[in-house]
């Protein structure tokens, strides 16, 4: 059998994704009763990080743990991705000790590499270019709240960045209604876009009008302006983004029952507001924690268990 890697939503068909969800709800309900579970025992996971993290680090140690499995992290000062040692020979070496590698970089094509060079699963935990482990988690949380993606309109607001571009990959699979609001010059590249179009499941549109974005959309969801890698255009961003802050003004076009989103961590007082962070529509506490319950799930489909 191939190894499943998970390196993009787009990779992955809708019944894997569908199924995957499925796990992920059953180990969760399996965990809230207070069941312990082998599932994952002797398994061992490696975890590389070139990019700092909280969630990503937390969810996949204590969710391979709660698996009866072990976690490890290791460090670019150790390894020298690709300086010290060629990723040929980490991925070969690596698979030989892990069971699988969840790796944090920059570079989609580091990934799409190592992924080449391991016989073992591969799992990509946030590159420049994608976040597919934050959208997957992203759908269960929704599903949670009774909605499912099809027919869903989701406004995604600020920069089209690794968050929106999964999203985007979520929109080759489901009939999500997709609407992105994005200043000139930080829109999705042209390829996304069309990629959606062509594929016919979802749709996209990318507008400069923050308000149209959010016309009567039942989810928004906003990210950092400047996200880990950009700091240096920090002080640009700052200047461009503010018209498309997530405040209660924004909040009042939406649905009623809007849901707002974002996958953390946030900068209070720029992309979002207290008011509406800590306001009663937010579910950013339950998408955090469903980083755990979504990636035990991952997990254990991509070995098998
Ligand atoms: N949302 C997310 O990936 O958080 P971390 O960067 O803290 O892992
Ligand atoms: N777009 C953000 C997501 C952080 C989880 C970043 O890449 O920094």
């Given at each position: 059998?191939?190894?499943?890697?998970?390196?993009?939503?787009?990779?992955?068909?809708?019944?894997d994704v569908?199924?995957?969800?499925?796990?992920?709800?059953?180990?969760?309900?399996s965990?809230?009763?207070?069941?312990?579970t082998?599932?994952?025992?002797?398994?061992?996971?490696?975890?590389?990080?070139?990019?700092?993290?909280?969630?990503?680090?937390l969810?996949f140690e204590v969710g391979?743990?709660?698996?009866g499995?072990?976690?490890?992290?290791i460090?670019?000062?150790?390894?020298?991705f690709?300086?010290?040692?060629a990723?040929?020979?980490?991925?070969?070496?690596?698979?030989?000790?892990?069971?699988v590698?969840?790796?944090?970089?920059?570079h989609?094509?580091?990934?799409?590499?190592?992924?080449?060079?391991?016989?073992?699963?591969?799992?990509?935990?946030?590159t420049?270019?994608f976040h597919?482990?934050?959208?997957?988690?992203?759908l269960?949380?929704?599903?949670?709240?009774?909605?499912?993606?099809d027919?869903?309109?989701?406004a995604?607001l600020?920069d089209?960045?690794n968050?929106?571009?999964?999203?985007?990959?979520?929109?080759l699979?489901?009939?999500?209604?997709l609407?992105?609001?994005?200043?000139?010059?930080?829109?999705?590249?042209?390829e996304?876009?069309e990629?959606?179009r062509q594929?016919?499941?979802g749709?996209?549109?990318?507008?400069?009008?923050?308000?149209?974005?959010?016309?009567?959309?039942?989810?928004?969801?906003?990210d950092?302006w400047?996200?880990?890698?950009?700091?240096?255009?920090?002080?640009?961003?700052?200047?461009?983004?503010?018209?498309?802050?997530?405040?209660s003004?924004?909040?009042?076009?939406a649905?009623r029952?809007?849901?707002?989103?974002?996958?953390?961590?946030a900068?209070?007082?720029?992309?979002?507001?207290?008011?509406?962070?800590?306001?009663?529509?937010?579910?950013?506490?339950?998408?955090?924690e469903?980083?755990?319950h979504?990636?035990?799930?991952?997990?254990?489909?991509?070995?098998?268990?």
């Open positions: 059998m191939a190894k499943r890697d998970f390196l993009t939503l787009s990779d992955w068909n809708r019944a569908d199924r995957t969800l499925d796990l992920a709800a059953t180990i969760k309900e965990y809230r009763k207070g069941e312990t082998t599932r994952l025992q002797g398994r061992v996971l490696g975890m590389i990080f070139h990019k700092p993290s909280l969630r990503t680090r969810s391979m743990w709660q698996l499995g072990h976690a490890m992290m460090t670019d000062k150790e390894i020298g690709g300086r010290r040692e990723v040929k020979d980490i991925g070969a070496v690596m698979s030989r000790y892990l069971d590698i969840m790796i944090r970089t920059f989609q094509s580091d990934v799409a590499d190592l992924a080449a060079n391991s016989p073992i699963p591969i799992i990509n935990g946030l420049d270019a597919p482990c934050q959208v997957l988690s992203d269960l949380t929704l599903r949670e709240r009774g909605l499912s993606a027919g869903l309109s989701v995604y600020g089209a960045n968050v929106a571009r999964s999203w985007m990959n979520a929109a699979h489901y009939r999500l209604d609407r992105l609001g994005c200043p000139e010059g930080y829109e999705p590249e042209p996304f876009v990629g959606v594929k016919g499941v749709t996209v549109r990318v507008t400069r009008s923050p308000e149209e974005a959010v016309e009567g959309a039942r989810v928004i969801y906003t950092t400047t996200s880990m890698g950009q700091e240096a255009e920090a002080e640009k961003r700052r200047r461009v983004f503010p018209p498309f802050q997530v405040n003004e924004l909040l009042s076009r649905d029952d809007v849901l707002v989103m974002h996958c953390l961590p900068h209070r007082g720029q992309e979002i507001t207290d008011e509406v962070i800590d306001g009663p529509h937010s579910i950013v506490y339950d998408q955090a469903n980083r755990l979504a990636q035990k799930g991952l997990l254990a489909a991509c070995l098998g268990a």
